[in-house]
T-cell receptor
Framework: TQLLEQSPQFLSIQEGENLTVYCNSSSVFSSLQWYRQEPGEGPVLLVTVVTGGEVKKLKRLTFQFGDARKDSSLHITAAQPGDTGLYLCAGTPNTGGFKTIFGAGTRLFVKA | DTAVSQTPKYLVTQMGNDKSIKCEQNLGHDTMYWYKQDSKKFLKIMFSYNNKELIINETVPNRFSPKSPDKAHLNLHINSLELGDSAVYFC??????????????FGSGTQLSVL
């Protein structure tokens, strides 16, 4: 079974603080994705990382794929209340196919 | 223009009933999915169809039967509903990126409550 473990499960911070969310697995993934989900809505794709060691930036969000393609991190700089939401990492196993599995999510709350 | 739309948004029903959830995507994708999100927000894949063919069936009870009349539609029928079926069900679609990761586009979910 290929599992994606996210940490922390819950994070409550003040506006302006930085934070990092981690996504780890013992398995190799051909790619990892990060999604953000708001209440009452479906997850929305933020980024896909494919190459080991890859770093992608999306405004104040920085995503990194581990060299061994088993883990990823999401770093938010100067968090804002609008960043509040559920962040999900997801991965496509190295065996290919159409199966995307999800981590349990990190619930982020940014206080003004 | 909603890319992936599913109906209904809310579904409240009694144990033992049969219900259906409909999903349509206008993105031209060839793969569609049903995911179940439990109360702890864990998303678990149930089914996947590629070009109307079932390619993933994740040990879901036989009471759940997906149907894909064409590439743009994937419906989910549930027989003999049980309390444990209460959850949010998400439809999603994706296009084949050639091994560079499936990019999923989700509907807004159907919150099913079985009483």
């Amino acid at each position: 079974t290929q599992l994606l473990e996210q940490s922390p499960q819950f994070l409550s911070i003040q506006e302006g603080e930085n934070l990092t969310v981690y996504c780890n697995s013992s398995s190799v993934f051909s790619s990892l994705q990060w999604y953000r989900q708001e209440p009452g809505e479906g997850p929305v794709l933020l980024v896909t990382v494919v190459t080991g060691g890859e770093v992608k930036k999306l405004k104040r969000l920085t995503f990194q794929f581990g060299d061994a393609r088993k883990d990823s991190s999401l770093h938010i700089t100067a968090a804002q209340p609008g960043d509040t939401g559920l962040y999900l990492c997801a991965g496509t196993p190295n065996t290919g196919g159409f199966k995307t599995i999800f981590g349990a999510g990190t619930r982020l709350f940014v206080k003004a | 223009d909603t890319a992936v739309s599913q109906t209904p948004k809310y579904l409240v029903t009694q144990m033992g009933n049969d219900k259906s959830i409909k999903c349509e995507q206008n993105l031209g994708h060839d793969t569609m999915y049903w995911y179940k999100q439990d109360s702890k927000k864990f998303l678990k894949i149930m089914f996947s169809y590629n070009n109307k063919e079932l390619i993933i069936n994740e040990t879901v009870p036989n009471r759940f039967s997906p149907k894909s009349p064409d590439k743009a539609h994937l419906n989910l029928h549930i027989n003999s509903l049980e309390l444990g079926d209460s959850a949010v069900y998400f439809c999603a679609s994706s296009f084949n990126t050639g091994g560079r990761g499936e990019k999923l586009f989700f509907g807004s979910g159907t919150q099913l409550s079985v009483l």
